[in-house]
């Protein structure tokens, strides 16, 4: 092991057997079970409930950082052994004493892992109780709704956009058919973002989800490439009120009684040739203009 050993501060154990179960939590990260809903590490007991138990991967030097910084309890750290001496300023100055630091050999990380970790470091965080939705439609400066969003590199670039453009005081609504964000890749596509930004999940959206932005007197934005909708470039910023940008799936975009239930509808001016923008980008467009940029 390395010689950072030697700081009293750090709470390295070296792991020498793959089948250590202090490190099982690591195993297989590249499955595809660690995506979907269905998940035994994300929801409790009833599958179809919206807990948010059990654990989430970190990884990377800035993601693991990120998480260090957050509200989220941090179960572990796994690092290999020739990453240790360039990750232990980090790790000693955000860590918490008692959290153990697993270190293994670099070989032995892959196999375990499942894939070539170039990175070299992950950390376990634990979920915690689920916010709740009110709170997060209440408390956001600029609120933004993910109805359907099926890809983890669309849900991760938006956390950042948002934490880019408006800052921690932004909220994420998501919907029950959208992507988790604590998904390892749309954790790393944030950089680290999802851990930083309040978000909530919500299975109502489709009964009563614009009305749940009405009673919190937000007003409701929706995307959407439509003729009859308002171009992005006559939207004075200054006139909404605790917007709420709802954004819908690549390819089918927001459902039609969505838009339809919406205050707004906003489309982006596009040359000819092409209808719409990829949902993260548009996204962040309108964040910007509604940020007075």
Wanted: proline share 6%; with cysteine; aromatic share 4%.
């Amino acid at each position: 092991m390395s010689t950072c050993a030697l700081d009293s501060t750090m709470n390295l154990v070296e792991v020498r057997e793959l089948d250590d179960p202090r490190i099982a939590p690591y195993a297989n990260q590249s499955d595809a079970w660690l995506k979907a809903r269905h998940n035994p590490e994300r929801v409790n007991d009833e599958p179809d409930a919206l807990t948010a138990s059990g654990r989430f991967m970190a990884e990377g030097i800035l993601v693991v950082e990120q998480l260090l910084a957050s509200d989220f309890e941090v179960e572990s750290i796994l690092v290999a052994s020739d990453r240790l001496d360039r990750v232990s300023d980090i790790l000693t100055r955000n860590a918490k004493p008692e959290t153990p630091i697993y270190v293994i050999a670099d070989a032995h990380m892959d196999t375990l892992v499942g894939f070539k970790i170039h990175r070299g470091l992950l950390a376990c965080g634990l979920r915690g109780s689920p916010r709740e939705p009110a709170k997060v439609i209440r408390d956001a400066s600029v609120l933004v709704v993910m109805e359907d969003l099926a890809n983890h590199d669309n849900v991760g670039g938006i956390f950042r956009s948002l934490a880019g453009l408006i800052g921690p005081d932004a909220g994420v609504l998501l919907n029950d058919r959208t992507c988790d964000p604590l998904y390892r890749k749309a954790i790393r596509v944030s950089m680290g973002q999802a851990m930083r930004i309040p978000f909530a999940e919500t299975d109502r959206w489709h009964v009563d989800g614009v009305e749940q932005l009405r009673t919190c007197e937000r007003t409701s934005i929706a995307l959407t490439p439509a003729a009859d909708a308002v171009d992005l470039r006559e939207l004075d910023p200054g006139s909404i009120e605790r917007p709420a940008i709802l954004v819908g799936a690549e390819g089918p975009g927001l459902r039609p009684a969505t838009i339809a239930n919406a205050d707004l509808k906003i489309r982006i001016p596009m040359r000819g040739g092409v209808d719409s923008l990829n949902v993260g980008v548009a996204t962040a467009i309108v964040l910007q203009h509604l940020a007075g940029g």
